[in-house]
């Protein structure tokens, strides 16, 4: 099945980053909905372009590179900066005529859902799939070789030739506000947190970390069987999602 048209967006962040996007229009809704990719991801990724196609059937998509991966600018700061990429989207999504907008995020492009959302505004619906909570967990062996690559020189040159992933160099500071505290901030826009029984990355107690710091209107899927992130988001799953933004602008 190809997949919907798309049209390449140039965007610019407040601190000046060149974030390279595609916009998939929407004729028929107000709708837009704004997707965040994972960490090493990109929206150029086959499991991205297949999640952007069917979310398409539910408003227009903005998807976009953060900072630091694939042929957007500077360099990934894992979820901090990466709030003013988001928000450069979510304000070209206004600019191209969408009077709602939602934002789906996966993994680390949920935490910068969440965080964009509690913290800056300006959104009307969030989706967080499989994100996590609270920073620095390494709970999970493939969370231990995250960190390998953010923390390592070899493991950063190795995420730039393997992932065309840029990492910055150094440790936050300040630490932004994590995910689970940022969350109580975006009510009254509606959250839906979702997350996989299987996820390999963040066990379900980030999922419910999230949950509990957020304030209503707000729900918890817990998938049966889900792994995590993009890859593993079935067609089914992202209808769902698309059905369940939909349904708060009816």
Do not use: C
Not at 112 to 132: E, F, I, K, Q
Request: aromatic share 8%; net charge positive; glycine share 10%.
């Amino acid at each position: 099945m190809p997949y919907a048209p798309h049209f390449p967006v140039m965007l610019r962040t407040d601190d000046g980053v060149r974030i390279n996007a595609a916009h998939t229009p929407s004729t028929s809704t107000d709708l837009g909905v704004v997707m965040a990719h994972g960490f090493t991801g990109s929206w150029r990724d086959r499991t991205a372009r297949r999640i952007v196609h069917v979310l398409s059937g539910f408003g227009g998509v903005i998807a976009f590179d953060f900072r630091g991966h694939g042929r957007s600018g500077g360099e990934s700061t894992v979820g901090d900066l990466e709030v003013l990429d988001l928000d450069a989207a979510v304000r070209h999504a206004r600019v191209v005529g969408y009077s709602k907008i939602a934002v789906v995020g996966f993994s680390m492009g949920a935490a910068v859902a969440v965080r964009h959302a509690g913290l800056r505004g300006g959104v009307d619906a969030v989706v967080a799939v499989s994100g996590p909570a609270r920073w620095y967990y390494r709970g999970t062996k493939p969370m231990r070789q995250v960190h390998w690559a953010i923390e390592r020189p070899f493991g950063r040159l190795a995420a730039r030739v393997v992932k065309r992933t840029r990492i910055a160099r150094g440790e936050w500071d300040p630490v932004p506000v994590p995910p689970h505290e940022a969350a109580a901030l975006i009510s009254p826009a509606p959250l839906l947190i979702v997350h996989g029984d299987r996820d390999a990355f963040f066990p379900l107690d980030h999922a419910h970390q999230l949950y509990a710091g957020a304030r209503e209107p707000k729900e918890l899927w817990v998938e049966p069987g889900y792994g995590h992130a993009e890859t593993a988001a079935t067609p089914e799953l992202i209808r769902r999602i698309g059905k369940w933004i939909s349904s708060n602008f009816s």
